[in-house]
Each structure stands twice: as structure tokens, then as C-alpha cells.
């Protein structure tokens, strides 16, 4: 605006024409850095700073493989930017990956408790040795080290470190219950179908099963089913590398879904749901003519003592007889095969201890003593193997052979209080001491309690009580395994004593034959007090079969 134009303005509205001068354009503030902004700067600080230090250890001389090696695994416990980005547990989007292992001289949350690469070696290792012999059909290479395997195989690495953790209660409660939720997650929401996932699944069922309820345990055994559909194996013996490798894995992890589902639903009376054999008959044949591995002879035993199960009626003796026979030297006196053998002869014989099988086959009073003598001898044998002698850093059993020990002393607890002309009690119990069974039994499980409650072998911290930063850790599932199994042997040794006296209330303990059916969900006392026993009441929750009414 022009001055006269300025005078002309003022003198219009009467006012004083004074001339101002123009303030000082205002300084503009700096833009205000955003907290992702702030987090980022910060990021490419510490990572440049990574980077010089990578720099400055190029220009040394190399160090040893085996040095290099240690090293890596140090700084991969020590570094991580956990405090910048922290990880939530249960969201990650890929179902194979881990959490990264937090240092070893802090206390670590449940949720980032999956073992460091040092302790994952010694876990490894004390698999290979120890637990590995039970279970053959998931075999770990001998030349793959754990880093290799969580690498190439996360949930057979999952799998293997929840295993070698059975020593420490609630931290293995807390890693399989994270396995099983990204098992289900992965199979179902991401439909991932491969041989790690079965593996891992195995392995989960085969070990972890007591911390399971029963609808679980059936609802995994089918889905591992399912995934086995898909399975791709041939009797073509020209194959090489890895198609050769991988054809035998096929078979034998369809080897031992069938070997679960035979151990799960043969000890409850569902033969209806059993696995076709024609598909395990090439499995066993092409692994028995191969022998890749040793263990693969273990493990046509052990499915073949499965077999005969299904064939009671072909002269179920004479094969039972035949297959003891034909186990060789070296399998002559493994415990596992002969409890297996003891089993099925069990489930033989256990035909005479119902009143109402017995009538409607007319059996004679006497061929049934007979087979309610022979029925003892053969719990008597599988309880002596059974407590022959503890080894608790070594164990003698598969974890998922406890549905065999339970449904032995459904049937043994039912034969000593059978009252039955010629069925001498005291005798019996003289035999044959279910008492006294149930109280080892518990006496073992109150040992493993206390060992799982010290925390593992490798010397990692077990968190003592609840903190915020440190959950109070999961009830361990052996503690309500012992409570029931002392009632069951108290409930027992009551009625022994009131059958002895002559005054045994038969309706107090009802075992019908239809004990191994209850899925009504009800408490255990209810089901003994009315239907009798059900395996999945003592080792898992109610409900295994989830048999529609």
C-alpha cells in the first residue's frame, strides 16, 4: 500500500498518519520427532553400532569353527531388541517360529521360556539317549544339531525340547500347552500339512497326554489320521537321497499313528475305531527289508503287538504264543513288548469276569476260574515288570502306556472283588494285592512330583511364586493324578475289607461292563459309584469318546 494512499485512509476515519514499522517475521519451531520416528532413529543407532563392532571383528583374524560357533550362540542369547519392539505370545503370524531365547542370567516370563541353544544341545542330546529308544517312529537325524533342527524341522524342535523338560513340571506344562495351541492353530487355521507337524503332534499325544483332557487326546489322534491321508510313501526300492529318506519317514509316522490310536482305543473297547492294517503291512515290510535305522526292528515289534488285538477270535493264544516266539534274542526281555503282550492277554481272559458274557457264552464255572486265574497271572506278570525296579532320569516307558497300567488296574481292581462260587478272596488278594499296586504307583508319582517341582537338570531358575513380571507357574497335572489314584486305593482297601468280612456291598462298587464308556463328564466318584471306571478319569479328563447318546 502506497504512503499517499495511507495518509488518504487516515485522514478519512480522522485519525493520527503515524508510520509503523513491520514486526519481525516469528522463527519457526523444528518439527517434534513421533514416538515410531524417535523408536527408529534409535534402532539405526544401535544397529549402526552393531555394524562398526561387525567391522572391527572382520579385521581380526578368523577365529575356530569351533569358537565361531559358541560365539554366535552367545550373542544370540545376548543380543535382540525385545525392550524396543517386545514380542506378544500366541500372535505371531507364523506358527513355526520361535521366541528368541532371553539371556540365561535373567529371569525370564513363561511366555519367552523355550530353551537357549546351549541348553536346546543338552536337551538334544539327552532325547537321543534317553527318551528316543521308546519312540521310534520320529527318529532325529544323528548329524543335525539343534539349531539345524529348529531351523529346518520348529515343531519337531518344539516338540523334542517339551520331552526333554519332563523334569521340570511347569515349565514343560507351560511349553506343550503353547505346542498344542500352535499345533491346532497351524493345522486347522493354516490348513500346514507336513511331516513336521505330525511328528510334533506324535510326540505331544505320545508324552504329553496326562496334562490333556480326553476330548483332546481323541480329537489329536484323528487329526493326526487326517494329516496321514495325505501322507506319500511307495514300495519303490529305487529311490535316492532325500526321496529315499523321506519315503521311509512316511512310513514311519503313519506306523505310529497307528500304534497311538491301537494303544488309546484298545484300552477302551473300541476296536470299532481302530486303523486299517493294510497300508501298515507295506510300512513294516519296505522299513524290515531297509533297516535304516536300528530302532526300525523296535518298531515293527512294537506295532505287530498291536495286531493281534484286532484278532480275538483267530486263536488269539497260539498267535499271542507265536509272536513271543518270533521276538529273537533281542527283544526277548525288553519290558515295553512284554507288558504289551501282557495286555492283550489281559484283554483276552478278561472275558470271564462278567457275569453277563459269561451266561450268554455258556461258560462252564470251571473254564471260567480258569480264565479268571489266568487273568491274574498276567496282571501279576505286567505289574511285576511294571515295578521291577525306577529309573527317573531314564524312563523304561513310553508316557502315553499309562492307559495300559490304568485299564490293568480297572480289570485287576474288578477280579478282587468278584464274588463268584470257588472264587476264593483272600487267596486272590494273596496273589494279587491291588493295594498295595496303587499305593507304588502313587508313591512313583508323589517322587516325580517333587522332582518336577525343583525345576530341570540344565540349572534353569524355576520362578518361585507370582510376580508381575513373573507369572505364578501352571498347576502341574501329576498332583491331580495322585490324588485320585490314593482314593481309588482307599476306596479299594475299604471294600477288600468288607468282602473279606463277608459283608460287601456289591453296589458300591459297580463294574459293569461298559466301565470304559462313561462320557457324561460327571466327577470320577459319581462314574465309580455308578457306571465303574473310566481310563480317561484317571490319566486325562472324561469324555475320550465323545460317543454320541
Not at 505330525?198 to 480329537?219: C, D, E, I, P
Not at 503291512?281 to 506295532?303: A, F, G, W
Amino acid at each position: 500500500m502506497s504512503l499517499r494512499m495511507h495518509k488518504r485512509i487516515c485522514h478519512r476515519l480522522d485519525k493520527p498518519c503515524v508510520n509503523q514499522i513491520p514486526a519481525p517475521s516469528r522463527p519457526r519451531r523444528s518439527p517434534k520427532l513421533s514416538k515410531i520416528a524417535a523408536l527408529e532413529k534409535r534402532l539405526e543407532e544401535l544397529s549402526s553400532h552393531v555394524r562398526r563392532e561387525s567391522s572391527e571383528e572382520d579385521s581380526s583374524p578368523p577365529p575356530s569353527t569351533g569358537e565361531k560357533r559358541s560365539e554366535l550362540a552367545t550373542k544370540s542369547d545376548k543380543w535382540g531388541f525385545d525392550h524396543l519392539f517386545p514380542l506378544k505370545s500366541g500372535t505371531e503370524s507364523n506358527p513355526g517360529q520361535h521366541p528368541p531365547p532371553s539371556a540365561p542370567d535373567k529371569t525370564r516370563p513363561w511366555d519367552s521360556w523355550w530353551p537357549t541353544p546351549h541348553e536346546a544341545e543338552l536337551l538334544l542330546n539327552g532325547y537321543r539317549t534317553i527318551h528316543s529308544c521308546l519312540f521310534p517312529f520320529v527318529c532325529v537325524p544323528g548329524h543335525m544339531t539343534a539349531l539345524e533342527l529348529r531351523e529346518h524341522r520348529p515343531f519337531l524342535w518344539k516338540a523334542v525340547m517339551m520331552v526333554g523338560l519332563f523334569l521340570d513340571g511347569a515349565r514343560q506344562v507351560k511349553l506343550g500347552q503353547e505346542l498344542l495351541a500352535e499345533i491346532g492353530r497351524a493345522a486347522v487355521v493354516d490348513g500346514l500339512n507336513s511331516l513336521d507337524l505330525l511328528q510334533s503332534l506324535q510326540m505331544l499325544v505320545a508324552w504329553f497326554h496326562y496334562a490333556l483332557k480326553g476330548s483332546q487326546v481323541t480329537n489329536l489322534l484323528f487329526l493326526a489320521r487326517a494329516i496321514c491321508v495325505n501322507l506319500r510313501f511307495t514300495e519303490d526300492t529305487s529311490l535316492q537321497g532325500e526321496e529315499y529318506d523321506r519315503n521311509l519317514d512316511h512310513m514311519r509316522v503313519y506306523a505310529g499313528t497307528y500304534y497311538l490310536n491301537t494303544l488309546v482305543f484298545t484300552a477302551n473297547k473300541r476296536p470299532d475305531v481302530l486303523m486299517n492294517t493294510s497300508h501298515l503291512d507295506i510300512c513294516c515290510r519296505v522299513l524290515e527289508s531297509t533297516m535304516q535305522y536300528p530302532s526300525d526292528e523296535y518298531l515293527i515289534k512294537l506295532t505287530a503287538s498291536k495286531l493281534p488285538l484286532t484278532m480275538v477270535v483267530q486263536s488269539f493264544e497260539e498267535q499271542l504264543q507265536l509272536y513271543k516266539d518270533n521276538l529273537g534274542p533281542r527283544f526277548a526281555d525288553n519290558d515295553n513288548l512284554k507288558t504289551h503282550v501282557n495286555v492283550a492277554e489281559v484283554l483276552l481272559y478278561e472275558i470271564a469276569v462278567s457275569d453277563q458274557h459269561s451266561l450268554t457264552s455258556y461258560l462252564p464255572l470251571t473254564d471260567r476260574l480258569q480264565l479268571l486265574w489266568a487273568c491274574v497271572r498276567s496282571l501279576k506278570a505286567f505289574f511285576d515288570i511294571r515295578f521291577d525296579h525306577r529309573e527317573m532320569e531314564r524312563p523304561r516307558f513310553l508316557c502315553m502306556s499309562a492307559s495300559e497300567l490304568v485299564y490293568t488296574i480297572i480289570v485287576g481292581i474288578k477280579v478282587v472283588t468278584l464274588q463268584l462260587p470257588g472264587w476264593n478272596l483272600a487267596r486272590i488278594h494273596a496273589e494279587l494285592d491291588m493295594v498295595e499296586v496303587m499305593s507304588q504307583q502313587a508313591q512313583d508319582l508323589d517322587i516325580i512330583v517333587g522332582r518336577r517341582k525343583h525345576g530341570n537338570m540344565l540349572g534353569t531358575p524355576t520362578p518361585g511364586g507370582a510376580s508381575a513380571a513373573t507369572p505364578a507357574p501352571p498347576p502341574d497335572p501329576f498332583e491331580r493324578l495322585v490324588r485320585q489314584l490314593k482314593s481309588v486305593r482307599d476306596l479299594v482297601k475299604a471294600e477288600r475289607q468288607r468282602l473279606l468280612a463277608g459283608s460287601g456291598n456289591a453296589d458300591l462298587v459297580d463294574f459293569s461292563q461298559d466301565f470304559l464308556m462313561d462320557d457324561s463328564g460327571t466327577d470320577f466318584w459319581q462314574a465309580a459309584a455308578t457306571r465303574g471306571y473310566n481310563v480317561w478319569n484317571i490319566i486325562g479328563d472324561p469324555g475320550v469318546l465323545n460317543e454320541s447318546t
